[in-house]
């Protein structure tokens, strides 16, 4: 088994003991279409793609294990680094690379590092393809023209 299976199966196993059914659907459409997109993202921008994947399906965890977005991104960045600790399948750089992504995920004003900006642009990006008449907020105006100027989208989608 691959390390991106056996953080899915962690992932899984988490997501399965949420009690509230919705809530459940909406963090497994979230969570695996943001690792989704950051595999897009990643191999066009020529970064890691199995880190990235990683980071998209642990960036949010606790907000849903815990059913509380409050500091989620800090919160799910320690949750993620004690879930990649335990399976004992990575080097401390790519957890620490994994973990700061998560953590800087909800700061999209700030430009960082290669596998941060492939994170929160997943993140954008799953929004937008989510509900695509969804406008989102200005914090994400330019982060969305961005995106839709690299892959070349036009119309209402990422709009």
Not at 112 to 125: R, Y
Request: hydrophobic share 40%; glycine share 6%; charged share 30%.
């Amino acid at each position: 088994m691959n390390r991106i299976e056996k953080v899915r199966e962690k992932v899984d196993d988490i997501l399965l003991h949420m009690t509230d059914s919705q809530e459940r659907r909406c963090a497994y459409v979230h969570l695996y279409g943001v690792a989704q997109a950051c595999a897009l993202l990643a191999v066009r921008r020529g970064v890691e793609a199995e880190l990235a994947v990683i980071a998209g399906m642990l960036h949010d965890l606790h907000a849903y294990a815990a059913m509380d977005a409050r500091d989620h991104a800090p919160k799910s960045a320690e949750m993620a680094r004690t879930l990649l600790q335990e399976l004992d399948w990575f080097r401390e750089d790519e957890i620490a690379a994994v973990c700061t992504a998560i953590a800087r995920h909800s700061d999209k004003q700030t430009v960082h590092g290669p596998l941060d900006e492939v994170l929160k642009d997943a993140d954008v990006m799953q929004h937008m393809l989510y509900d695509p008449l969804q406008e989102g907020g200005d914090s994400q105006k330019s982060r969305r023209a961005r995106l839709k100027e690299e892959l070349g989208v036009h119309g209402v989608l990422l709009s």
